[in-house]
């Protein structure tokens, strides 16, 4: 049974519309699982849960209770997808303040995310903040030549060295990465790097389910096992043709046939801070698998209620270009219960007795009611509760509807050529040997 239910009632989409895709969906599918054994094609992410490699997945798990052990702080190096998975899990499973939490009650390494920027202040800031502490760290990349996360590992890897000496050094560096090329594998190997691999056929966005995600997930203490099962039960509930009852397939369809009815921006709405990176996943998931030919829809995200104070005026009232995807969790881990005050100067007696969860619930339903109201299409993602299972099926659940998506609007959404555009101007204008004439 899916944990994930799709309310398409505030869209005003009519079932007619959506069965009108049934056939191309369906093309689309199969399509795609014909493709998913074929080494060449980026869909090895489609039987993944079903198909992973269990001696790394064993190793990872092995590895991440080492780190667990010799390390207080576990620093994990990458960009994009060869971070905003691992960071969207941990954020959204573990307390908002676990960075700051007592030793004792946190149990797991502090994880900071670096090499996702240029910033010098941000590395510096950081080594200050690890002090004596003992690290570990992670870099990920495909490529290995990524540029931003490739400057923060020539740091961190003389700051392991200096700090442990190169053979401890080199038992805390742990290296995940393409199985056979690059110059992080190579650089690896010469060093004898505990090494992971990326497997060939699944992209960067689409890895969180891959050692990329997992060995930092798994160090901050999440059961990697659930979260598999979690993506399993959506690989399996995702897997009907009927698009009637395939919650995923309509997903793809919706945003499609408001793109066309001239919505062209997709508003990502939480009630949750937990999930404000699990929403730049799905920013990065979506905008580099669709945005291309000079179409697809722009996935833009909002915290609410904390945006409503300053985007909620546009939503209400801007251009009418925009529909929402809100995912509302409907149980709460925690929840305060607000007291009555004798003075009530602030006049919130008439909250006495309710829940903060209950009143941020019904901030959600206002919005709706007035957002679709203002002419914005709404989608309605209800999931139970946040834990290991449902984020597993809320990634096999969006990676599947982008993969639908972008076929569907017929781009490859498995590609991302523009993001080249800016690398090599960068790289001439640093002087990078081969960059000067281009
Ligand atoms: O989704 C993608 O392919 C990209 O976001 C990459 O993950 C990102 O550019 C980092 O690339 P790499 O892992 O090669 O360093």
């Not at 950081?126 to 870099?139: F, P, Q, Y």
């Not at 004898?192 to 995600?213: A, K, M």
């Not at 203490?221 to 690989?235: H, S, T, V, Y």
Request: hydrophobic share 35%.
């Amino acid at each position: 049974m899916s944990n994930i239910k799709l309310d398409l009632s505030y869209t005003g989409v009519i079932e007619k519309e959506i069965s009108r895709y049934s056939q191309k969906v369906e093309k689309i599918y199969n399509n795609l699982k014909e493709i998913s054994d074929d080494k060449n094609e980026f869909v090895g992410w489609l039987d993944l849960p079903t198909n992973y490699n269990k001696k790394e997945f064993n190793k990872i798990k092995k590895m991440a209770n080492k780190i667990r052990k010799d390390s207080e702080v576990f620093v994990v190096i990458g960009i994009g997808g060869s971070y905003l998975g691992a960071r969207a899990v941990i954020e959204s499973l573990t307390s908002n303040f676990a960075n700051m939490l007592p030793n004792n009650i946190r149990k797991s390494p502090q994880i900071f995310f670096v090499g996702n920027n240029i910033s010098p202040n941000y590395i510096n800031e950081l080594i200050d903040c690890i002090g004596d502490k003992d690290i570990s760290i992670n870099i990920i990349s495909k490529s290995g030549t990524t540029t931003e996360p490739a400057i923060a590992f020539r740091i961190f890897r003389e700051y392991l060295e200096s700090k442990y000496g190169v053979d401890e050094a080199s038992k805390r560096i742990y290296v995940t990465t393409d199985k056979k090329k690059g110059a992080l594998k190579q650089l690896a190997d010469e060093e004898q790097y505990e090494t992971f691999v990326i497997p060939d056929n699944i992209g960067g966005r689409y890895s969180v389910l891959t050692p990329v995600g997992l060995l930092p997930i798994a160090v901050a203490g999440i059961n990697i096992d659930k979260l598999m099962e979690g993506a399993k039960n959506a690989q399996e509930n995702y897997s009907d043709n009927n698009i009637k009852y395939n919650q995923c397939f309509r997903y793809a369809i919706v945003r499609n046939i408001l793109y066309k009815k001239d919505k062209q921006i997709e508003i990502f709405a939480n009630y949750e801070p937990k999930l404000h990176y699990f929403t730049e996943w799905w920013k990065q998931l979506y905008g580099e698998s669709e945005g291309k030919q000079h179409k697809g829809v722009f996935p833009v995200g909002v915290d609410l209620t904390t945006d409503l104070h300053s985007m909620g005026q546009y939503i209400q009232d801007g251009l009418r270009n925009i529909f929402e995807t809100v995912i509302n969790i409907e149980e709460s881990k925690t929840d305060i219960k607000i007291k009555r005050d004798e003075d009530n100067i602030d006049g919130l007696n008439f909250l006495a007795g309710k829940t903060m969860d209950y009143v941020n619930k019904q901030a959600m339903k206002g919005t709706l009611e007035a957002h679709v109201a203002g002419g914005v299409p709404n989608i309605i993602l209800n999931i139970k509760e946040l834990n290991e299972q449902t984020m597993g099926e809320l990634i096999y659940f969006f990676e599947l509807a982008c993969a639908i998506s972008g076929n569907i609007l017929g781009v490859n959404p498995f590609d991302q050529p523009g993001v080249e555009e800016y690398k090599t101007n960068m790289f001439k204008l640093l002087g990078k040997p081969g960059y000067k004439n281009k």
